[in-house]
């Protein structure tokens, strides 16, 4: 079983539309959770960080995090063609300081 | 947030020959930076942890001896990939956290570095 699991896509949802992404890990224990958007041909972005259990909301994204699950995902409202990108959910394992990454979901936003 | 950067962002060079990557914490001092590679399509694979003032701990099946690693002081680490061949070509991104505190640290990200090798 992968570290950090997530769906490796396409998404397409229209402009305007919700896009839902999802992650699942692996370590019961882990303490933080990061997603990061990654345009073709650049380095990650940081969006949002979440550390405990609900939901967490900076402008048009909102991560949930349910550790019970061990699932933590990222809304997007009203979703613009510039979030076109792929989307790496990341997770720190406990007591520790390195970061592993999901495969990453290719979202696109269709005019 | 914390700025990372690196150079050079991109490089082309003759199969055989060394090239060193440089990476830079900015505003802020980093004990540890990270190293990854990603080749295209494909997710972020960390090479290499980077530590201020000892060895860095390396992935298993990343050849320490190709690719050397040195922390030379809190803002700065760099990767120099030896006598590199075409296989080597890839994006290689350095981050570090921007905190002391292990386990929920942000990471920051340099631009990358894209390497061609011919």
């Known amino acids: 079983q992968k570290e950090v699991e997530q769906n490796s896509g396409p998404l397409s949802v229209p402009e305007g539309a919700i896009a839902s992404l999802n992650c699942t890990y692996s370590?019961?224990?882990?303490?933080?959770f990061f997603w990061y958007r990654q345009y073709s041909g650049k380095s990650p972005e940081l969006i949002m960080s979440?550390?405990?259990?609900g939901d967490k909301e900076d402008g048009r994204f909102t991560a949930q995090l349910n550790k019970a699950s061990q699932y933590v995902s990222l809304l997007i409202r009203d979703s613009q063609p510039s979030d076109s990108a792929t989307y790496l959910c990341a997770v720190i394992p406990y007591n520790n300081n390195d970061m592993r990454f999901g495969a990453g979901t290719r979202l696109t936003v269709k005019p | 947030g914390a700025v990372v950067s690196q150079h050079p962002s991109w490089v082309i060079c003759k199969s055989g020959t060394s090239v060193k990557i440089e990476c830079r914490s900015l505003d802020f001092q980093a004990t540890t930076m990270f190293w990854y590679r990603q080749f295209p399509k494909q997710s972020l694979m960390l090479m290499a942890t980077?530590?201020?003032?000892?060895?860095?701990?390396?992935e298993q099946g990343v050849e320490k001896d190709k690719f050397l690693i040195n922390h030379a002081s809190l803002t700065l680490s760099t990767l120099t990939v030896t006598s590199a061949h075409p296989e080597d070509s890839s994006f290689y991104i350095c981050s570090a956290p921007s905190g002391r505190r292990s386990g929920t640290d942000t990471q920051y990200f340099g631009p990358g570095t894209r390497l061609t090798v011919l």
């Open positions: 979440i550390y405990s259990n």
């Open positions: 980077s530590n201020e003032g000892s060895k860095a701990t390396y």
């Open positions: 370590d019961r224990v882990s303490q933080s």
